[in-house]
Each structure stands twice: as C-alpha cells, then as structure tokens.
C-alpha cells in the first residue's frame, strides 16, 4: 500500500529495455496500480541548471515551478506484477497505442472457456476502422508539439 513511494521501491536508476504486445499495455492501463505521470522540463538549458549540485533543494524546486514542462510519459505497472517491475513508457508511443487501438474495428467475438485459467477467454476478428479527417487533423496537431 505504498505505491506513491515507488522512487523509494524500484531500482530507476538501472532500467531494462522490454519489448511487448498491445494487450499487455492495455491490461497494465486498465488494472494500474502505479500511474505516476513523468513531467519534463522543456527547456535543456533549465534543466541543465537544476543539476547544479551548489543549489539547494529549495532553489532546484523553484526552477521546476517556473519553467516550461511537459507530458513527456508514465510509469506504470499493474496488481499482478507491482512486486516485480515498474514500467516507463513514452506519450509518443502511448499516442500510438491509442490511435492503433482507436482504429481496430470488432466484427465478431467469440468466448472458449480456458480449463487452466478456470474463466473464459475471448477470441476476437476484425479489420482496421478509418478514422475521421477532423480526428487525424487533431491527432497531427498533437504530434506537431
């Protein structure tokens, strides 16, 4: 019940490269248990300055109150493996997954019952939908920035 001390409960400083499928980002998404944003400090040359290792924390903070940030990822993970990992992924690529995910189109679902799993597992068909020129205006003028 400590999830707002993940800094203190994960090694951040020695992170592993993973490579994984889309359900496995929309089940951490949908059964998150840390969904921590990563803010960013637009500006290098701010960002540089609060390395200064003569400032004190409280000047460090009053530099990232005032700058420019942005939404730059998250971190994230879910219940099933919050004792394990805790995983960093960029907003480009979740802008990606939403709009891959935005444009899947289900045509058909079909329940088989898995023994192992004791529940039902669905199995799904369907193609890609269009999406709309106003929604890929919006989605340009997000990746613009």
């Known amino acids: 019940m400590n999830n707002h001390r993940f800094d203190e409960n994960y090694d951040l400083e020695n992170p592993t490269i993973e490579k994984r499928e889309l359900r496995f980002f929309i089940n951490q998404f949908v059964h998150s248990y840390i969904f921590s944003p990563i803010v960013s400090v637009v500006d290098k040359d701010i960002e540089a300055r609060m390395d200064d290792d003569s400032l004190t924390e409280d000047e460090i903070i009053e530099i990232y109150d005032n700058a420019d940030k942005e939404l730059s990822g998250v971190l994230f993970n879910s219940d099933s493996n919050k004792n394990d990992s ?22 058909r679902i079909e329940m088989k019952y898995d023994e192992r799993k004791g529940d039902y ?14 929604t890929e205006e919006l989605i340009k003028k997000m990746e613009e920035k």
Do not use: A, D, P, Y
Request: positive net charge.
């Open 86 to 107: 805790l995983f960093e992924i960029q907003i480009g690529t979740i802008r990606k997954l939403f709009k891959k995910v935005g444009k899947c189109n289900v045509t």
């Open 121 to 134: 597992k669905s199995v799904r068909f369907g193609g890609e939908q269009k999406i709309s020129e106003e």
